[in-house]
């Protein structure tokens, strides 16, 4: 589980006129704090405290420490802790609990709930090193207000800190998913651009090797042709071999050396019509698979183009996530 902090769900300026409207209307003192100390300016604190009390490094040590004690108490409890200071005023904590975690108090009070006991406040301005008079003179300053009054008002302000730190710990978790979306939203659209980059390229290379192939079935072509010639031609050279074999017989012995090269000229032409039988066999097969090459070549130019049409979807609707998410 995530560790919140109370300055991760609230803005403190929200937090701090509150917590100044909470002091104004019911005349206790108040400040926030988290885990780590004041998060919040001291709310409505009296000179007892703040001139006298706490002004002293041995009241500020006693005022923590009662501080501490309150915030451990209600932090322990879920609730309200009213109690009495050292000082013998009344205080109270509230715990901030959000999502389960707790991540902070507000302190406050620094009032009375009866008229002041002005040997005890003497007593304890001696203790402090105060002076007696003055200490006496602040402390009746102090509102005086009802136990019940006390834990009324602590108890309205713990409601009504939670209830806003909840609503604002659910709108800090909407802002990370919705930050979490705007990047996932951003790999997409950068995988998308190299997808779109790259099926240009096997694009390009597809219609490149589609023209290398028409050229090769050109060639292809022209070698058929020239066979065929050479085929014609070695028709004709045996029809006249063996019409020269014919008049080298009649020439008697005469033209016996024309016989013999008439059938060479003979075994050549056959020769000949040979190698064309098999440049023919050559080419067709050559020809099937350019053919089949060709056909592939436009499945995959197809199905690239398939895919673009596919994914250019899937980018205009990211696009509209991404539009949605922006105009919140």
Known sequence: METLKLTDVIDINYLQAFQDAFSDATGMASISIDLNGNVTRPSNFHDFCMRYTRNCSEGLRRC????????????????????????????????????????????????????????????????????????????????????????????????????????????????????????????????????????????????????????????????????????????????????????????GEQGKSFTIIAGEIRNLSEQSKDTVANIQNFTANIGSSVQKTSLHSKKCIEAIGNEISGLKLIEEGVNKIENSLENK
Do not use: W
Not at 87 to 99: E, K, M, Q, S
Not at 181 to 204: C, G, H, P, V, W
């Open 64 to 251: 923590l420490e009662c501080d501490k004690n309150g915030g451990e108490e209600s932090q322990a409890t879920g609730r309200a802790a009213v109690y009495s200071c050292h000082a013998g005023l009344t205080d109270f904590a509230v715990p901030i609990v959000v999502g389960g975690q707790h991540v902070g108090s507000i302190i406050g009070g620094q009032v009375l709930t009866h008229e002041p006991d002005e040997d005890y406040f003497r007593k304890v301005a001696t203790e402090l090193g105060i002076n007696p008079d003055e200490y006496v003179q602040a402390v009746k300053k102090i509102p005086i207000l009802s136990e019940k009054q006390v834990r009324s008002a602590a108890n309205l302000l713990g409601l009504i800190a939670n209830k806003i730190c909840e609503q604002a710990n659910d709108n800090y978790s909407l802002e990370k998913t919705n930050k979490i979306i705007n990047d996932n939203i951003k790999s997409i659209k950068e995988t998308l651009k190299n997808f779109f980059a790259n099926s240009e390229i096997l694009n390009e290379s597809q219609n490149e090797l589609t023209s290398e192939i028409n050229k090769i079935t050109k060639l292809l072509k022209e070698i058929n042709n020239v066979a065929k010639l050479v085929s014609s031609l070695a028709d004709e050279t045996q029809m006249i071999s063996f019409n020269a074999s014919i008049e080298a017989a009649r020439a």
